[in-house]
């Protein structure tokens, strides 16, 4: 049987959870439909989703199809920004993604982010025009929102008396559809277009063009439907089994890795949950290679290998022992006491960076009662493995840890998952944006280390600017090995990244090239962790020859308000720090793009609230780091000795080394 695996994404309520457990239905996968009005739905089966209503992790569900020997997993992803880190991941594990758009509310802030990750990735994607049943629906106005966000659209359904329970969607067909498609195709394809011209094409040819651009990313077709009532689902689930190909697409992610002769284990983690007797439960996809009860496999985030003590196919809450997990298709395995969500599976390979979940926000986690605070560290160390992009800090003998996340409803679940599965009342302190460091021009930074005897090392770095975004990049140099071990440069290596996570200012340092230019061991004096005390001491220095500035989180705000309060918003956008990109007036509604500090704007949708009655809407999504005001300065606590306190940093660090 052939596996594909469809993720349902959109911005939360358009009915992802509600379309899955209709897809499931229509594909004979359950007898009884569940609801998410009734917390009944089998893939929001957290006691959090069921009671707020919102999926909060990604879950699978599965569907097999027998007579067209495919089998389909469905994973259905949170739709609140909040949890985007968990859509992110999800995206590496699709085959193609069915994209879910109110026909009423249309085009929200999540699905805008989500539409262009699509097309970074070329993810063939499918799009649900959902709730055709309200009295609001505009299935045109959504179509054309579509056409100008991402292009490529091909309208499949035809929708009759939209806007009431008595509606309708069936698939388009006949001479007039069968053109539209030729001209679709002949739009993106030169070769069919001079064979439709010459009029030599068929119904078939046609259709395999459309599902060939489809599997590149290239068309994407749009269904029609109300989940709520079952309408236009059997059309859309016809269509993934069909056109779905599970060689499509990954090969962008890095996903396949494949040799000559056999092929290599690749698969992907999204997911890491807990078991109450089994432990951790890592929920990954499979590119290549088989995973086996009892067999043993490697991940990245752990250098030995691990035994899988079993191996599940899950569907919401449910699972069935499978023993094995082949090529192409999404399990879980049971036995891993180390991994990490986003993990990769098998030989070293790394996934390629898609980085539209980045939090940016820090909050202290603390406990409500006075006490041992060592409890909340377990319980987060084990969320952290569930989701790493909490990124916990905490020093020895603090009263409270660091925590980023990405907004105030996952400050919410968390707090409610702490005192549920721990038992601990957690407390929060209200969030602080988290600046970062970037250097302001090239320059050098050397150290050597080479009193009190017995040590030696010399370290000597090239610091270079890279634009905005570009992360950070290491180059090894070519030192050669009897001048600097290679193992000794291994570690520099590592100390470069890990010093970088505090900059001047305390800050994570990005957007720079570390270049390992120089420097030495000694065969007599060189003590074998020698070059983790030293190269701190050289990039400290260097950062501090090129100077670092600051940059700060931008959220694109997206403002509708009445047409009477156009000037206010202006004055508050210029107030924020902002700059107004885009303003059109229309039907009395002021319409205004903006970009805005995060630091000015967490509030901004509570005022907003206030100012117009309620009246006024906002839309906001992270769009980046940029440079803070000139002369702007922020600090942030340091963690540990400054390794700029040289004599400081070598005594605690000689001490911890047992010297
Ligand atoms: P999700 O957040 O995208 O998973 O959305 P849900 O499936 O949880 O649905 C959000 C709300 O919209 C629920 O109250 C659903 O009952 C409702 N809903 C979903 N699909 C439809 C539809 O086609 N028509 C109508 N009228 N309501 C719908
Ligand atoms: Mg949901």
Not at 303 to 313: A, F, H, I, N, S
Request: proline share 4%; aromatic share 8%; charged share 25%.
């Amino acid at each position: 049987m052939k596996t594909f695996n469809i993720g349902l994404l959109a911005h939360v309520d358009a009915g992802k959870t509600t379309l899955t457990e209709q897809l499931l239905y229509a594909g004979g996968a359950v007898r009884n439909l569940g609801s998410v009005d009734s917390g009944t739905a089998k893939t929001d089966f957290l006691e959090i989703e069921k009671q707020r209503g919102i999926s909060v992790v990604s879950s699978a569900a599965r569907i097999e199809l027998p007579e067209k020997d495919v089998a389909v997993n469905l994973i259905d992803t949170p739709g609140h920004a909040d949890f985007s880190a968990s859509v992110e991941r999800a995206l590496y594990i699709l085959d193609a993604a069915v994209l879910v758009v109110s026909a009423v509310e249309g085009i929200e802030a999540q699905t805008e982010l989500i539409l262009d990750a699509l097309k970074k990735t070329k993810t063939p994607t499918i799009v649900f025009i959902n709730k055709i049943d309200r009295a609001v629906s505009d299935v045109a106005g959504v179509l054309k929102a579509l056409e100008k966000q991402a292009g490529g659209c091909l309208f499949m359904s035809e929708v009759t008396d939209e806007g009431s329970r008595e509606c309708s969607a069936q698939n388009r067909s006949g001479d007039a559809f069968f053109e539209a498609v030729c001209e679709f195709v002949a739009d993106a394809d030169d070769a069919f277009a001079l064979k439709y011209l010459e009029e030599s094409v068929t119904e078939r040819q046609a259709w395999l063009s459309v599902t060939q651009l489809f599997l590149k990313g290239e068309a994407m077709p749009v269904f029609c439907g109300s989940a709520q009532l079952g309408m236009g689902v059997s059309q859309l689930l016809s269509f993934v089994a069909e056109t779905a190909d599970s060689s499509g697409g990954k090969a962008a992610l890095g996903g396949a890795v494949q040799n000559a002769d056999e092929p290599i284990l690749s698969g992907i983690v999204y997911k890491v949950t807990h078991d109450k007797s089994m432990g951790k439960i890592a929920h990954l996809r499979l590119f290549s290679g088989e995973v086996k009860s009892r067999g043993e496999i490697t991940v990245s985030s752990f250098p030995e290998r691990q035994k899988v003590t079993q191996v599940r196919r899950y569907v919401g809450e449910k699972f069935t022992d499978i023993g094995l997990l082949s090529a192409g298709d999404v399990g879980a395995v049971c036995g891993l006491s180390h991994v990490k969500a986003g993990d990769t599976v098998g030989k070293a390979w790394k996934a390629q960076n898609l980085a539209f979940s980045t939090p940016f926000l820090s909050v202290q986690a603390s406990l409500t009662e006075e006490g041992d605070i060592r409890p909340l560290i377990a319980a987060f160390e084990e969320l952290s493995d569930e989701e790493p992009s909490l990124s916990m800090q905490y020093e020895s003998g603090e009263k409270e840890l660091i925590i980023s996340v990405a907004g105030k409803i996952q400050l919410e679940i968390l707090t409610a998952v702490i005192k549920e599965r721990f038992g601990l009342n957690v407390l929060f302190s209200p969030p602080t944006v988290i600046y970062k460091e970037t250097i302001q021009k090239s320059g050098t930074g050397f150290d050597a280390y080479t009193m009190p005897k017995p040590c030696w090392a010399v370290v000597s770095l090239d610091f270079e600017p890279l634009p905005l975004g570009s992360g950070f990049v290491y180059d090894k140099g070519n030192v050669p090995n009897d001048q600097m071990f290679y193992r000794y440069q291994r570690h520099v290596e590592t100390a470069v990244k890990e010093t970088l996570a505090q900059g001047l200012y305390g800050w994570e340092v990005t957007d720079l090239k570390v270049t390992l230019s120089g420097g030495e061991h000694h065969t007599v004096h060189t003590h074998p962790l020698d070059f983790f005390l030293c190269t701190p001491i050289a990039v400290m220095k260097g950062l501090k020859n090129c100077g670092t500035r600051l940059l700060e989180p931008y959220q694109k705000l997206v403002v509708s308000v009445p047409e009477e309060f156009s000037g206010k918003i202006i004055g508050d956008i210029i107030a924020m720090r902002g700059i107004c990109e885009n303003q059109t007036i229309a039907d009395g509604r002021f319409l205004l793009e903006a970009t805005v500090p995060a630091a000015e704007s967490l509030d901004y949708s509570t005022v907003l609230l206030h100012k117009t009655g309620g009246k006024g809407t906002l839309r906001a999504r992270f769009c980046g780091y940029r440079p803070c005001p000139e002369g702007f300065t922020a600090e942030t606590k340091r963690r540990g000795v400054n390794p700029l306190d040289r004599d400081k940093w070598i005594l605690t660090r000689r001490s911890a080394m047992g010297k």
